[in-house]
Protein backbone atom coordinates (compact mmCIF):
# COMPACT_ATOMS: atom_id res chain seq x y z
CA UNK A 1 0.00 0.00 0.00
CA UNK A 2 1.51 3.14 -1.14
CA UNK A 3 2.18 5.31 2.00
CA UNK A 4 -0.73 7.96 2.83
CA UNK A 5 0.29 11.81 2.38
CA UNK A 6 1.49 13.79 5.71
CA UNK A 7 -0.72 16.50 6.63
CA UNK A 8 2.20 19.29 5.86
CA UNK A 9 2.30 17.89 2.10
CA UNK A 10 -1.49 17.96 1.99
CA UNK A 11 -1.29 21.36 3.32
CA UNK A 12 1.42 22.48 0.57
CA UNK A 13 -0.85 21.24 -1.86
CA UNK A 14 -3.81 23.07 -1.00
CA UNK A 15 -1.88 26.85 -0.72
CA UNK A 16 -0.46 25.34 -4.97
CA UNK A 17 -3.92 25.02 -5.81
CA UNK A 18 -5.80 28.08 -4.28
CA UNK A 19 -2.69 29.84 -5.82
CA UNK A 20 -3.86 28.36 -9.41
CA UNK A 21 -7.23 29.76 -8.68
CA UNK A 22 -5.43 33.17 -9.49
CA UNK A 23 -3.04 32.09 -11.64
CA UNK A 24 -4.68 30.31 -14.57
CA UNK A 25 -2.45 28.00 -16.74
CA UNK A 26 -2.80 29.16 -20.04
CA UNK A 27 -2.30 26.00 -21.65
CA UNK A 28 -5.36 24.48 -22.79
CA UNK A 29 -4.06 20.73 -22.31
CA UNK A 30 -3.17 21.58 -18.47
CA UNK A 31 -6.00 23.44 -17.41
CA UNK A 32 -8.26 20.27 -19.10
CA UNK A 33 -6.02 18.18 -16.78
CA UNK A 34 -6.41 19.73 -13.77
CA UNK A 35 -10.38 20.37 -14.55
CA UNK A 36 -10.40 16.43 -14.49
CA UNK A 37 -8.58 15.96 -11.62
CA UNK A 38 -9.70 18.51 -9.42
CA UNK A 39 -13.55 17.02 -10.64
CA UNK A 40 -12.42 13.28 -9.55
CA UNK A 41 -10.82 14.75 -6.52
CA UNK A 42 -14.24 16.60 -5.22
CA UNK A 43 -16.29 13.43 -5.33
CA UNK A 44 -13.70 11.64 -3.24
CA UNK A 45 -13.57 13.98 -0.50
CA UNK A 46 -17.06 14.96 -0.74
CA UNK A 47 -19.05 14.25 2.57
CA UNK A 48 -22.05 12.27 2.03
CA UNK A 49 -24.59 15.24 3.21
CA UNK A 50 -23.07 17.71 0.22
CA UNK A 51 -23.65 15.13 -1.77
CA UNK A 52 -27.08 14.64 -1.26
CA UNK A 53 -27.47 18.86 -1.30
CA UNK A 54 -25.39 19.01 -4.37
CA UNK A 55 -27.83 15.99 -6.36
CA UNK A 56 -30.92 17.53 -4.94
CA UNK A 57 -30.08 21.08 -5.90
CA UNK A 58 -28.60 21.11 -9.19
CA UNK A 59 -31.66 21.98 -10.95
CA UNK A 60 -31.82 25.25 -8.93
CA UNK A 61 -28.73 26.46 -10.65
CA UNK A 62 -30.09 26.25 -14.00
CA UNK A 63 -33.38 28.64 -12.55
CA UNK A 64 -31.24 31.00 -11.16
CA UNK A 65 -29.52 31.35 -14.14
CA UNK A 66 -32.58 31.12 -16.60
CA UNK A 67 -33.87 34.51 -14.09
CA UNK A 68 -30.33 36.21 -14.22
CA UNK A 69 -30.56 35.88 -18.30
CA UNK A 70 -34.19 37.59 -17.57
CA UNK A 71 -32.81 40.62 -15.50
CA UNK A 72 -29.48 40.52 -17.98
CA UNK A 73 -27.30 40.29 -15.01
CA UNK A 74 -24.60 38.56 -16.62
CA UNK A 75 -24.22 41.29 -19.83
CA UNK A 76 -24.37 43.83 -17.07
CA UNK A 77 -21.63 42.88 -14.99
CA UNK A 78 -19.09 41.68 -18.14
CA UNK A 79 -19.85 45.15 -20.06
CA UNK A 80 -17.99 46.64 -16.84
CA UNK A 81 -14.73 45.98 -17.95
CA UNK A 82 -13.00 44.48 -14.74
CA UNK A 83 -15.39 47.16 -12.53
CA UNK A 84 -17.70 45.83 -10.15
CA UNK A 85 -20.89 47.11 -9.47
CA UNK A 86 -23.25 48.23 -6.55
CA UNK A 87 -26.33 46.75 -5.23
CA UNK A 88 -28.22 49.81 -6.36
CA UNK A 89 -26.78 50.06 -10.01
CA UNK A 90 -27.82 46.54 -10.36
CA UNK A 91 -31.21 47.17 -9.59
CA UNK A 92 -31.62 50.19 -10.87
CA UNK A 93 -30.70 48.42 -14.07
CA UNK A 94 -32.36 45.50 -13.96
CA UNK A 95 -35.78 47.36 -12.65
CA UNK A 96 -35.63 44.22 -10.00
CA UNK A 97 -36.70 44.66 -6.11
CA UNK A 98 -33.26 45.21 -4.18
CA UNK A 99 -34.24 42.52 -1.80
CA UNK A 100 -35.37 39.92 -4.00
CA UNK A 101 -31.93 40.85 -5.93
CA UNK A 102 -29.78 40.96 -3.26
CA UNK A 103 -30.33 40.40 0.46
CA UNK A 104 -30.00 36.17 0.43
CA UNK A 105 -31.35 35.88 -2.62
CA UNK A 106 -30.36 35.95 -6.78
CA UNK A 107 -27.51 37.92 -6.63
CA UNK A 108 -25.62 36.02 -3.45
CA UNK A 109 -27.05 32.35 -4.85
CA UNK A 110 -24.91 33.44 -8.12
CA UNK A 111 -22.05 34.48 -6.37
CA UNK A 112 -22.33 31.37 -4.05
CA UNK A 113 -22.55 29.14 -7.04
CA UNK A 114 -19.46 30.83 -8.94
CA UNK A 115 -21.64 32.17 -11.88
CA UNK A 116 -20.59 35.97 -10.39
CA UNK A 117 -17.63 37.15 -8.19
CA UNK A 118 -18.32 39.26 -4.76
CA UNK A 119 -15.28 41.30 -4.15
CA UNK A 120 -16.05 43.24 -1.39
CA UNK A 121 -19.61 43.68 0.35
CA UNK A 122 -22.64 44.69 -1.34
CA UNK A 123 -20.60 44.47 -4.92
CA UNK A 124 -20.55 42.05 -7.54
CA UNK A 125 -18.43 41.49 -10.49
CA UNK A 126 -17.97 39.41 -13.46
CA UNK A 127 -15.59 36.39 -13.84
CA UNK A 128 -14.62 33.76 -16.09
CA UNK A 129 -18.17 32.26 -15.74
CA UNK A 130 -19.91 35.13 -16.02
CA UNK A 131 -18.75 36.33 -19.38
CA UNK A 132 -19.49 32.48 -20.89
CA UNK A 133 -22.59 33.10 -19.66
CA UNK A 134 -23.04 36.62 -21.34
CA UNK A 135 -22.25 34.74 -24.17
CA UNK A 136 -25.39 35.14 -26.69
CA UNK A 137 -25.07 31.40 -27.67
CA UNK A 138 -24.85 30.20 -24.11
CA UNK A 139 -27.50 32.40 -22.78
CA UNK A 140 -29.86 30.63 -25.60
CA UNK A 141 -28.40 27.53 -24.05
CA UNK A 142 -30.07 28.64 -20.42
CA UNK A 143 -32.87 29.56 -21.85
CA UNK A 144 -33.85 26.46 -24.18
CA UNK A 145 -32.85 23.81 -21.40
CA UNK A 146 -35.06 26.09 -18.99
CA UNK A 147 -37.71 26.03 -20.83
CA UNK A 148 -37.72 22.91 -23.17
CA UNK A 149 -35.53 20.21 -21.71
CA UNK A 150 -35.99 20.97 -17.80
CA UNK A 151 -39.75 20.06 -18.07
CA UNK A 152 -38.69 16.33 -20.54
CA UNK A 153 -36.03 15.20 -17.44
CA UNK A 154 -38.70 16.26 -14.89
CA UNK A 155 -41.39 13.65 -16.39
CA UNK A 156 -38.61 10.69 -17.35
CA UNK A 157 -39.02 8.99 -14.23
CA UNK A 158 -43.08 9.07 -14.69
CA UNK A 159 -42.53 7.54 -18.98
CA UNK A 160 -40.07 5.03 -17.53
CA UNK A 161 -42.21 4.04 -15.14
CA UNK A 162 -45.45 3.61 -17.25
CA UNK A 163 -43.37 1.65 -19.63
CA UNK A 164 -42.26 -0.54 -17.60
CA UNK A 165 -38.82 0.72 -18.12
CA UNK A 166 -38.19 -0.15 -21.76
CA UNK A 167 -35.88 1.37 -23.79
CA UNK A 168 -37.89 4.11 -25.83
CA UNK A 169 -37.68 3.12 -29.49
CA UNK A 170 -40.68 5.73 -30.60
CA UNK A 171 -39.70 9.15 -30.95
CA UNK A 172 -43.63 10.04 -31.06
CA UNK A 173 -43.68 8.42 -27.58
CA UNK A 174 -41.36 10.01 -25.13
CA UNK A 175 -41.35 11.71 -21.98
CA UNK A 176 -41.05 15.11 -24.36
CA UNK A 177 -44.81 14.17 -25.39
CA UNK A 178 -45.49 13.83 -22.22
CA UNK A 179 -43.82 16.81 -20.76
CA UNK A 180 -45.33 19.34 -23.27
CA UNK A 181 -48.61 17.67 -23.83
CA UNK A 182 -48.22 17.07 -27.35
CA UNK A 183 -48.66 14.42 -30.65
CA UNK A 184 -45.77 15.71 -32.30
CA UNK A 185 -42.40 14.64 -32.65
CA UNK A 186 -40.03 17.21 -30.83
CA UNK A 187 -38.69 19.24 -33.80
CA UNK A 188 -42.13 19.25 -35.36
CA UNK A 189 -42.93 20.75 -32.20
CA UNK A 190 -40.25 22.91 -31.56
CA UNK A 191 -41.59 24.40 -35.77
CA UNK A 192 -44.44 25.43 -33.36
CA UNK A 193 -42.50 27.70 -31.13
CA UNK A 194 -40.76 30.37 -32.89
CA UNK A 195 -38.56 31.51 -29.47
CA UNK A 196 -37.72 28.26 -28.31
CA UNK A 197 -36.56 27.45 -31.98
CA UNK A 198 -34.59 30.19 -32.34
CA UNK A 199 -33.06 29.82 -29.55
CA UNK A 200 -32.44 25.86 -29.68
CA UNK A 201 -30.18 26.85 -33.48
CA UNK A 202 -28.14 29.52 -31.14
CA UNK A 203 -27.69 27.35 -28.32
CA UNK A 204 -26.21 24.41 -31.27
CA UNK A 205 -24.55 26.89 -33.04
CA UNK A 206 -22.45 28.00 -29.72
CA UNK A 207 -22.58 24.43 -27.85
CA UNK A 208 -19.12 23.52 -28.98
CA UNK A 209 -17.28 26.59 -29.36
CA UNK A 210 -13.75 26.36 -28.89
CA UNK A 211 -13.42 22.85 -28.90
CA UNK A 212 -11.62 20.93 -32.02
CA UNK A 213 -13.46 20.69 -35.58
CA UNK A 214 -14.02 18.05 -37.49
CA UNK A 215 -11.93 19.51 -40.15
CA UNK A 216 -9.45 19.93 -37.95
CA UNK A 217 -8.65 16.59 -38.18
CA UNK A 218 -10.29 15.36 -40.83
CA UNK A 219 -8.43 15.16 -44.54
CA UNK A 220 -11.33 16.52 -45.97
CA UNK A 221 -9.26 16.69 -49.54
CA UNK A 222 -7.41 13.66 -49.36
CA UNK A 223 -10.80 11.59 -48.67
CA UNK A 224 -13.53 13.52 -50.44
CA UNK A 225 -12.32 16.52 -53.39
CA UNK A 226 -9.61 14.78 -55.20
CA UNK A 227 -10.23 16.29 -58.95
CA UNK A 228 -13.20 17.70 -57.75
CA UNK A 229 -14.39 19.80 -60.98
CA UNK A 230 -16.12 23.47 -60.64
CA UNK A 231 -19.45 22.20 -61.22
CA UNK A 232 -19.58 19.26 -59.40
CA UNK A 233 -21.74 19.23 -55.84
CA UNK A 234 -18.86 18.93 -53.28
CA UNK A 235 -20.74 18.64 -49.79
CA UNK A 236 -23.96 18.44 -48.71
CA UNK A 237 -24.92 19.36 -45.08
CA UNK A 238 -28.06 17.40 -44.79
CA UNK A 239 -29.91 18.77 -41.66
CA UNK A 240 -27.13 21.14 -41.75
CA UNK A 241 -29.28 23.79 -39.35
CA UNK A 242 -28.32 27.12 -40.20
CA UNK A 243 -25.22 26.86 -42.27
CA UNK A 244 -22.45 26.75 -39.63
CA UNK A 245 -20.52 23.45 -40.73
CA UNK A 246 -21.30 25.20 -44.33
CA UNK A 247 -19.44 28.19 -42.87
CA UNK A 248 -16.82 25.89 -41.45
CA UNK A 249 -15.54 24.18 -44.14
CA UNK A 250 -15.47 26.96 -46.74
CA UNK A 251 -13.36 29.48 -44.23
CA UNK A 252 -11.24 26.03 -44.12
CA UNK A 253 -10.71 25.33 -47.78
CA UNK A 254 -11.99 28.60 -49.34
CA UNK A 255 -10.15 27.69 -52.31
CA UNK A 256 -11.67 24.12 -52.82
CA UNK A 257 -13.88 24.13 -55.90
CA UNK A 258 -17.22 22.10 -55.93
CA UNK A 259 -21.00 23.45 -54.96
CA UNK A 260 -21.80 23.26 -51.24
CA UNK A 261 -25.78 22.96 -50.07
CA UNK A 262 -27.17 23.22 -47.13
CA UNK A 263 -30.35 21.36 -46.15
CA UNK A 264 -32.84 21.58 -43.75
CA UNK A 265 -36.79 22.27 -43.42
CA UNK A 266 -37.96 25.56 -44.17
CA UNK A 267 -37.85 27.34 -40.75
CA UNK A 268 -33.82 26.62 -40.45
CA UNK A 269 -33.21 27.81 -44.15
CA UNK A 270 -35.05 31.19 -43.27
CA UNK A 271 -32.45 31.84 -40.45
CA UNK A 272 -29.11 30.91 -42.75
CA UNK A 273 -26.29 31.89 -41.96
CA UNK A 274 -24.73 34.40 -45.29
CA UNK A 275 -22.19 31.88 -46.60
CA UNK A 276 -20.63 33.22 -49.69
CA UNK A 277 -20.74 30.22 -52.31
CA UNK A 278 -23.06 28.18 -50.19
CA UNK A 279 -26.42 27.27 -51.79
CA UNK A 280 -29.70 26.86 -49.38
CA UNK A 281 -32.45 24.80 -49.91
CA UNK A 282 -35.75 23.15 -48.31
CA UNK A 283 -35.59 19.05 -47.81
CA UNK A 284 -36.77 16.88 -45.78
CA UNK A 285 -34.00 13.87 -45.02
CA UNK A 286 -37.03 11.03 -44.99
CA UNK A 287 -37.77 11.90 -48.36
CA UNK A 288 -35.97 11.67 -51.93
CA UNK A 289 -32.70 13.07 -51.76
CA UNK A 290 -32.54 15.87 -54.97
CA UNK A 291 -28.59 16.07 -54.98
CA UNK A 292 -27.92 13.40 -57.13
CA UNK A 293 -23.85 11.87 -56.51
CA UNK A 294 -22.11 14.50 -54.33
CA UNK A 295 -18.57 14.06 -53.37
CA UNK A 296 -20.05 14.14 -49.68
CA UNK A 297 -23.19 13.98 -48.18
CA UNK A 298 -22.92 14.80 -44.46
CA UNK A 299 -24.79 14.32 -41.44
CA UNK A 300 -23.80 16.21 -38.36
CA UNK A 301 -25.42 15.14 -34.61
CA UNK A 302 -28.50 13.84 -36.72
CA UNK A 303 -27.87 9.84 -36.19
CA UNK A 304 -28.00 10.88 -32.41
CA UNK A 305 -31.29 12.46 -32.67
CA UNK A 306 -33.05 8.54 -33.69
CA UNK A 307 -33.68 5.10 -33.36
CA UNK A 308 -31.57 2.58 -35.26
CA UNK A 309 -34.82 2.30 -37.76
CA UNK A 310 -35.24 5.71 -38.35
CA UNK A 311 -31.69 6.42 -39.40
CA UNK A 312 -31.79 3.67 -41.66
CA UNK A 313 -34.50 5.23 -43.61
CA UNK A 314 -32.35 8.66 -43.47
CA UNK A 315 -29.26 6.94 -44.78
CA UNK A 316 -30.88 4.74 -47.09
CA UNK A 317 -32.41 8.11 -48.94
CA UNK A 318 -28.51 9.00 -49.02
CA UNK A 319 -27.65 5.43 -50.37
CA UNK A 320 -29.98 6.08 -53.33
CA UNK A 321 -28.67 9.18 -54.86
CA UNK A 322 -24.50 7.99 -53.88
CA UNK A 323 -22.27 7.56 -57.13
CA UNK A 324 -18.78 6.04 -56.78
CA UNK A 325 -17.26 8.53 -55.83
CA UNK A 326 -19.60 9.81 -53.16
CA UNK A 327 -19.26 9.27 -49.36
CA UNK A 328 -21.52 9.96 -46.49
CA UNK A 329 -19.75 11.45 -43.64
CA UNK A 330 -21.29 11.11 -39.84
CA UNK A 331 -20.08 13.41 -37.49
CA UNK A 332 -21.04 11.58 -34.06
CA UNK A 333 -20.18 10.36 -30.86
CA UNK A 334 -18.63 6.81 -30.69
CA UNK A 335 -18.76 5.91 -26.78
CA UNK A 336 -16.54 3.82 -25.43
CA UNK A 337 -17.33 0.25 -23.98
CA UNK A 338 -16.37 1.77 -20.44
CA UNK A 339 -15.83 5.04 -18.79
CA UNK A 340 -17.71 7.31 -20.78
CA UNK A 341 -17.29 10.90 -20.24
CA UNK A 342 -20.18 12.88 -18.59
CA UNK A 343 -21.08 14.85 -20.76
CA UNK A 344 -21.40 12.19 -23.12
CA UNK A 345 -23.36 10.47 -21.12
CA UNK A 346 -25.34 13.28 -19.74
CA UNK A 347 -25.98 13.99 -24.07
CA UNK A 348 -27.21 10.08 -24.74
CA UNK A 349 -29.82 10.28 -21.81
CA UNK A 350 -31.11 13.53 -23.50
CA UNK A 351 -31.55 12.17 -26.81
CA UNK A 352 -33.40 9.25 -25.06
CA UNK A 353 -35.49 11.51 -23.01
CA UNK A 354 -36.50 14.13 -26.02
CA UNK A 355 -36.52 12.13 -28.92
CA UNK A 356 -35.63 8.18 -28.16
CA UNK A 357 -32.64 8.85 -30.28
CA UNK A 358 -29.02 7.18 -28.47
CA UNK A 359 -25.24 8.21 -28.50
CA UNK A 360 -23.52 4.79 -30.11
CA UNK A 361 -21.05 2.56 -29.53
CA UNK A 362 -18.51 1.61 -32.13
CA UNK A 363 -20.62 -2.25 -32.53
CA UNK A 364 -23.79 -0.31 -32.48
CA UNK A 365 -22.29 1.86 -35.71
CA UNK A 366 -21.34 -0.89 -37.63
CA UNK A 367 -24.62 -2.51 -37.12
CA UNK A 368 -26.80 0.55 -37.89
CA UNK A 369 -24.56 1.00 -40.94
CA UNK A 370 -25.14 -2.77 -41.87
CA UNK A 371 -28.59 -2.55 -41.58
CA UNK A 372 -28.41 0.36 -44.53
CA UNK A 373 -26.66 -1.67 -46.91
CA UNK A 374 -22.95 0.62 -45.48
CA UNK A 375 -20.17 -0.38 -43.70
CA UNK A 376 -16.86 1.88 -42.12
CA UNK A 377 -14.49 3.06 -44.66
CA UNK A 378 -12.55 4.98 -42.20
CA UNK A 379 -12.96 6.69 -38.67
CA UNK A 380 -11.21 9.68 -37.58
CA UNK A 381 -11.87 10.55 -33.97
CA UNK A 382 -11.28 14.48 -33.80
CA UNK A 383 -12.04 14.87 -29.95
CA UNK A 384 -11.31 11.95 -27.55
CA UNK A 385 -12.95 13.28 -24.58
CA UNK A 386 -16.00 12.52 -26.33
CA UNK A 387 -15.35 10.27 -28.58
CA UNK A 388 -16.70 12.81 -31.89
CA UNK A 389 -15.69 11.02 -34.94
CA UNK A 390 -15.68 11.43 -38.71
CA UNK A 391 -16.88 8.05 -40.13
CA UNK A 392 -17.10 7.56 -43.75
CA UNK A 393 -19.49 5.42 -44.72
CA UNK A 394 -19.90 4.02 -48.19
CA UNK A 395 -22.01 0.96 -49.44
CA UNK A 396 -21.19 -2.51 -48.71
Known amino acids: MAPTSSHAEIDSLIDRLESLTKDV ?39 VARIACDLHVFELLA ?77 LPEFLRNTN ?45 GEKNWLDDFPFEAEVAQNVRLEEVLFVDVGGGIGTQCR ?43 VKGARA ?18 LQRLVEAMNEKSVILIDDMILPTQGTHWRGAQIDLAMMASLAGMERSEKQWASLLDQAGLRVKKTCTYNSDLGDSIMVAVPR
Not at 184 to 190: D, P, Q
Not at 250 to 272: E, H, M, N, S
Not at 297 to 314: E, F, N, Q, T
Request: net charge neutral; glycine share 4%.
Open 25 to 63: PADEATRKRLYDVTQKLNLAVEPAQMTVQRIMYTPLQLT
Open 79 to 155: KQDGSSMDIDSLASSTKADKVLLHLGRILVYLAATGMVAEPVEDKFAANNITKALAIPGYEAGIYHNFDTALATWQY
Open 165 to 209: YKNPSDSLHCAFQLAHNTDLHTFKWALTQPEKFANFNKWMTAARA
Open 248 to 290: NLKTKLPRLPGRVVLQDLAPAIKQALPVDGMEAEVHDFYTEQP
Open 297 to 314: YYLRKIMHDYPDDKCVVI
